[in-house]
């Protein structure tokens, strides 16, 4: 069926606070400029951006099944495609990613619901902050949902978040498997950094300090068994997808392993568990399952998600065995407080440690 045709929405610049429109610095392939969105039960989208980034708004009518879609595109890369269930005159969001290097947020009306695009506008508030009302919609049965945290970097009305610096004190890592010293290169990559702060959980913690404090215990870790590892950070900077990739592919490394912690609508503390990816060949699948094992035995209670084949840019285009893994959900009752705590990252750290030589192990 072809589908209805689709119009932008009218982009108002707010006077007082005006956007460059031009000042699109991005790269094409760096982070997702969205970095938190919120539909609240008033039917108003409020959306936090990096600074001065462009916005492009459409609206697309109703079309027998179809319901209206608004949708809103963003440069930068979306780190991982997803699609929350709506409630009352909303059936779906998505985030996604329409082309490299870009990001959609998708609303998705019930078909029912008819909205006039002439009064749907989107408002910059200030550099950073974005305003959609969804003028005349019914609102009955909206619950909010939204993702990240739409007041960082300014005056929040919130409890300020726990900051997570990386822990100073050195980590043992006797009894950790032997393999042979000198003979291993492995790519330890912390997911996200500098202005992408990947998911923002509970309490306002943030996925790229989660990730960063582990995996530089990883790093130390393996470097203590006499494997030598590259770190594609080491500290709360971004680097963008290719480039990591570059690097794990230039070092000829054993194997490459994306560090990640999952998030979900907050609005669902009951999704917690752990999750790794790998893409396609069967080390990967390996390499994937031996660090998801250990992960699992340091995170009693939290679900076993499984060993998955995943798209992620990193491990797809790396060209040695790799494997992502999501070590809990920052949005989880059960796993934000452990994502959160100092002990348990050490212990995620020797997890991923063990998983990684236990799979080094069986490389001839
Ligand atoms: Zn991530």
Same mark, same amino acid.
């Given at each position: =069926?072809?589908?209805?045709?689709?119009?932008?929405?009218?982009?108002?610049?707010?006077?007082? @606070? &005006?956007?460059? +429109?031009?000042?699109?610095? +991005? *790269?094409?392939?760096?982070?997702?400029? @969205?970095?938190?969105?919120?539909?609240?039960?008033?039917?108003? +989208? #409020?959306?936090r951006t990096s600074r001065g980034a462009r916005l492009e708004a459409f609206f697309q009518p109703a079309d027998g099944a179809q319901g209206a879609k608004v949708?809103?595109?963003?440069?930068?890369?979306?780190?991982?495609?997803?699609?929350?269930?709506?409630?009352?005159?909303?059936?779906? %969001?998505?985030?996604?990613?329409?082309?490299?290097?870009?990001?959609?947020?998708? %609303?998705?009306?019930? /078909?029912?619901?008819?909205?006039n695009p002439n009064q749907l506008k989107l408002?910059?508030?200030? *550099?950073?902050?974005?305003?959609?009302?969804?003028? $005349?919609?019914?609102?009955?049965?909206?619950?909010?949902? $939204?993702? $990240?945290?739409?007041?960082?970097?300014?005056?929040?009305?919130?409890?300020p978040g726990i900051r997570i610096t990386p822990t100073r004190t050195p980590i043992n890592a006797?009894?950790?498997?032997?393999?042979?010293?000198?003979?291993?290169?492995?790519?330890i990559d912390p997911g996200h950094g500098g202005p992408d702060p990947g998911a923002i959980g509970i309490r306002g913690v943030r996925e790229t300090d989660v990730v960063l404090d582990v995996s530089l215990q990883v790093a130390q870790l393996l470097?203590?068994?006499?494997? #030598?590892?590259? =770190?594609?950070?080491?500290?709360?900077?971004?680097?963008?997808? *290719? /480039?990591?990739?570059? %690097?794990?592919?230039r070092v000829g490394a054993t194997a490459f392993v994306s560090i990640h912690a999952n998030a979900i609508s907050m609005s669902r503390p009951q999704v917690?568990? %752990?999750?790794?990816?790998?893409?396609?060949?069967?080390?990967?699948?390996?390499?994937?399952?031996?660090? #998801? &094992? &250990?992960?699992?035995?340091?995170? *009693?209670?939290?679900?076993?998600? $499984?060993?998955?084949?995943?798209?992620?840019?990193v491990i797809r285009r790396t060209t040695m065995p790799s494997a992502l893994v999501e070590t809990g959900f920052l949005t989880g009752r059960l796993d934000a407080p452990r994502l959160a705590s100092a002990a348990h990252r050490r212990k995620l750290a020797l997890a991923i440690a063990t998983g990684i030589l236990n799979y080094l192990q069986g490389v001839r």
């Open positions: =069926m072809a589908s209805a045709p689709s119009r932008p929405l009218i982009l108002l610049v707010v006077g007082a @606070l &005006q956007i460059p +429109l031009v000042l699109a610095a +991005l *790269p094409a392939r760096a982070a997702s400029a @969205l970095a938190a969105w919120a539909l609240g039960s008033d039917g108003v +989208l #409020q959306l949708w809103i595109d963003f440069p930068g890369e979306l780190s991982r495609s997803r699609s929350l269930r709506g409630s009352g005159p909303v059936r779906a %969001i998505r985030l996604g990613k329409p082309t490299p290097g870009s990001t959609r947020l998708v %609303i998705e009306f019930k /078909p029912s619901i008819s909205l408002i910059g508030t200030s *550099p950073d902050r974005w305003k959609l009302n969804f003028e $005349g919609l019914p609102t009955r049965g909206l619950r909010p949902i $939204g993702e $990240g945290d739409l007041t960082a970097s300014t005056l929040s009305r919130w409890a006797s009894g950790l498997p032997n393999v042979p010293r000198g003979r291993f290169r492995v790519v470097e203590a068994r006499g494997v #030598q590892v590259i =770190m594609t950070r080491t500290a709360d900077v971004d680097v963008d997808l *290719p /480039p990591r990739v570059a %690097i794990a592919n917690n568990g %752990i999750e790794t990816f790998y893409f396609s060949d069967s080390r990967s699948a390996r390499l994937a399952s031996h660090i #998801q &094992q &250990q992960v699992l035995n340091v995170s *009693p209670g939290s679900p076993n998600r $499984g060993v998955r084949r995943g798209r992620f840019f």
